[in-house]
């Protein structure tokens, strides 16, 4: 069983930067892939960028150039820094982790989630 926590969501304006945080409990967070997905109000929860026990990374095309995931093992967290924030980024964010990782962006591809943080940007 694995916990995830996210942390730093906020409300800022567009053009701005903010960095989530997503803490995970157990002894084999380096083992899972670790993804962030979002969901807007009314929208279904849509990919965002996500990581594999060896690093490889994977974004959204809506993300490419903006967001960096990254992750330290040594800390059992994961972390997704966003710059350049638009007002289509505004949603609630989710961390997730997955023993698979052959499709890193599918919802279905994760085990475990977390509650989400709220990321409002505004215009």
């Known amino acids: 069983q694995v916990q995830l926590a996210e942390s730093g969501g906020g409300l800022v304006q567009a053009g701005a930067s903010l960095r989530l945080s997503c803490a995970a409990s157990?002894?084999?967070?380096?083992?899972?892939?670790m993804g962030w997905f979002r969901q807007a109000p009314g929208k279904e929860r849509e990919f965002v960028a996500a990581v594999s026990w060896g690093s490889t990374k994977y974004y959204a095309d809506s993300v490419k150039g903006r967001f960096t995931i990254s992750r330290d093992n040594a800390k059992n967290t994961v972390y997704l820094q966003m710059d350049s924030l638009k007002p289509e980024d505004t949603a609630v964010y989710y961390c997730?982790?997955?023993?698979?990782?052959?499709?890193?962006?599918?919802?279905?591809?994760?085990?475990?989630w977390g509650q989400g943080t709220q990321v409002t940007v505004s215009s």
């Open positions: 997730a982790a997955g023993v698979r990782y052959a499709l890193p962006r599918r919802v279905d591809n994760y085990d475990y």
């Open positions: 157990g002894r084999t967070f380096g083992s899972y892939t």
